[in-house]
């Protein structure tokens, strides 16, 4: 394939697993920092990742540039592309439509890029889970607690957890052999991944990984893994593609037990009906006087 026709964000998706742990820290800098780093130097980039000028020049030939100087131009290109100004508003042009656009866009990558026997895999592991642990930190902490809560209510044991540093070794406590940990995390290497996966390892706990760039760093470490693709411009949630994706997952689960879905959701709706009606109850006795003395 041509690099030069290669986004910078394409070519660190491909790339990230192989470079050093520096050069890495440089390539994350770079995809989530783009726009600052156009007019930034190399000693300003190397003091926002706490390496080296050596090694942000280093990284940059690494993704296949001649030089930062040519990384640079590549990003401006990029950073121009998406924020062009949008086309006047108009049945083709309006906000919405290009909002609903991109969704749709988003939405068709993720279907190419999982193979049937991919989802298979993961739906597999997820209905033979003793425990489900699903894992997110900030907009991907929605989409953990959304996983949960959709399998409790087939009868699967499932929790959630947003939590980082000292707070999230309480809810790794209870993690065992036979349980399966689900990492909701799009691009961002986090060093509290590191340590669910280490853990999973230790206690026998299988692990499925949803991102949209981070499937080739943590491939051998992870049972499978399901890409979400990415937005460039942000205007639609990173979230998007994961809940679809877990929308049909927690669908694939349903279908290996549907009886027991069956009767979850029976005792889910007698439930709600019960305190629907003791929500309109009104006190209908009233309490015993007691008598005064004379």
Do not use: C, W
Not at 3 to 13: F, V
Not at 233 to 241: K, Q
């Amino acid at each position: 394939m041509d690099t030069t026709e290669l986004s910078l964000q394409d070519r660190i998706t491909g790339r990230l697993a192989l470079l050093p742990a520096a050069e890495r820290k440089v390539a994350e800098y770079l995809r989530n920092h783009g726009p600052d780093a156009i007019f930034a130097t190399a000693g300003q980039i190397a003091a926002a990742t706490g390496t080296s000028d050596a090694t942000v020049v280093r990284t940059a030939r690494s993704l296949g540039y001649t030089g930062l100087l040519e990384l640079r131009h590549s990003l401006t290109r990029q950073v121009v592309r998406a924020t062009s100004p949008a086309p006047p508003p108009g049945p083709e042009g309006s906000l919405l439509t290009h909002v609903f656009a991109e969704a749709t866009r988003r939405l068709a990558d993720t279907l190419r890029l999982t193979s049937a026997s991919t989802f298979d895999t993961a739906v597999d592991v997820l209905a033979g889970a003793r425990e489900v642990l699903a894992f997110g930190i900030g907009p991907s902490e929605t989409v953990a607690a959304y996983l949960a809560l959709r399998l409790r209510r087939l009868g699967r044991r499932a929790r959630a957890t947003g939590a980082t540093g000292f707070r999230l070794a309480d809810d790794l406590l209870e993690l065992a052999r036979g349980d399966v940990v689900v990492l909701y995390s799009p691009s961002r290497l986090l060093a509290e991944i590191d340590v669910v996966l280490d853990h999973a390892a230790a206690v026998g706990a299988r692990a499925v990984l949803i991102s949209d760039s981070l499937g080739p760093v943590f491939a051998d470490r992870v049972h499978v893994t399901l890409a979400a693709a990415h937005t460039p411009t942000g205007a639609t949630g990173e979230g998007l593609p994961s809940q679809v994706l877990t929308d049909a997952l927690v669908l694939g689960v349903r279908a290996k037990d549907e009886t027991r879905a069956t009767e979850r959701a029976e005792l889910l709706t007698g439930l709600r009906s019960e305190l629907s009606q003791t929500g309109g109850r009104r006190r209908t006795t009233q309490p015993p006087h007691r008598k005064e003395s004379p």
